[in-house]
């Protein structure tokens, strides 16, 4: 179920930042703005303002959810300090708030949700069967280029997760070797499934002008990660960009839309010890993990990522930061409200045969800005 269907998210809970720390001061400023109406009633010059611009399409309660929100689950604490930094510098400012509310949900959020469904599988014909021996080579040679194609990133996805989804342990269907004479086993369509799945270069549009000289360090995805994240986004993927080894897995379909839609998140895995075990994550399900066995064919509730190696290369598992970093954005986005507004820009357009249908007028205006956000203006 998409995200925005829900229940109405909660307000955000009290304030339990240290006393006189700015990251208390941040979240105060948070908890004022959740009680204020819409943008226009702060200041008559926002009237113009939020008429024009996307970023007053979130309302207040909204924009103060997410920045309260990312405070609380921020991936580090760099990232947190950084966020409090931020918001405090608006000094209540509502266009401000409103802007940076608006640059980390379309701006951070945004690249991690993907409604569109999974990376098309490789046909049988274009995937011959070969010998073990033959595939290692060709993989060995794949991980030497500068950069991988979406079909090459599927071939070392499948050899390192062992062609099977790692949710379910599903066994691919097109498995270039025999299959298992095992009773029980599990066979799915599965695909490469990417953590990061929209572009970190593309300008983020939909502010005001002030905003946009205020954060104008915030201009892409990628530096909205290295900036909330933590870590450079360039020094994990590398030159291979979204298709690398460290952004992917294989996943059956299912459990890719729910990632996708970060219905489904995952969070480090702790021993008797309390210690965190290397690669090991719990699944997390916005319905609870008693739901888990109901998705799919079974997801599993605790999971393990494993490397492979390739002669004297190394494919990676997919890098734990980038994994900190989408659930964190899953659980401020259900938090929040935000997930609505993400849901509302990437979803189709419905069909519109005469502008006197009862829904032209709003699909007509959604068309319209979702058409501004993807184009680069000039003033950007």
Known sequence: MPLAEKPT???LPENTFPHSSPTRAA???CLALEQRG??????????????????????????ARVLGHALVFAPSEDGRDALAREINDCYSDPELLAGLAHLYVFGLMRVFYNPKGPTPAVSA??????SFEEAVKKLEHLLQQSLITPAQLRKLLLFRDNHRCVFTNALDTQAERPRPGIPGTKFDLINVAHIISQSLSTDIHGT???????FEWARTAGAMIERFGGFSSHDVLRDEVLHS???????SPAPHNAFGRLDMWLTPAKDEDDQVIPNTYDVEYYWGKEDLTHLGSGVRPRITF???????????????????LHAACAQIAHMSGAAGWLQEFFRDSDEISVMTEPNAASE?????????????????
């Open 125 to 130: 014909n274009q995937s011959p069967r070969r």
């Open 27 to 29: 979240y105060d400023e």
């Open 364 to 380: 007509l205006s959604r068309a319209l800005k979702q058409i501004r956000m993807q184009l680069v203006s000039a003033s950007a």
């Open 306 to 324: 494993r490397s492979a190696q390739v002669g004297d290369q190394t494919i990676p598992p997919p890098d734990p930061r980038i994994i900190a």
């Open 38 to 63: 819409a943008w226009n009633k702060f200041d008559r010059d926002l009237q113009k303002e939020a008429s024009e611009h996307i970023m007053f399409d979130m309302s207040p309660l909204v924009a």
């Open 245 to 251: 080894p460290s952004n992917a897995f294989i996943s």
């Open 9 to 11: 998210p909660l307000p």
């Open 208 to 214: 005001t002008e002030r905003v946009r000289e205020k």
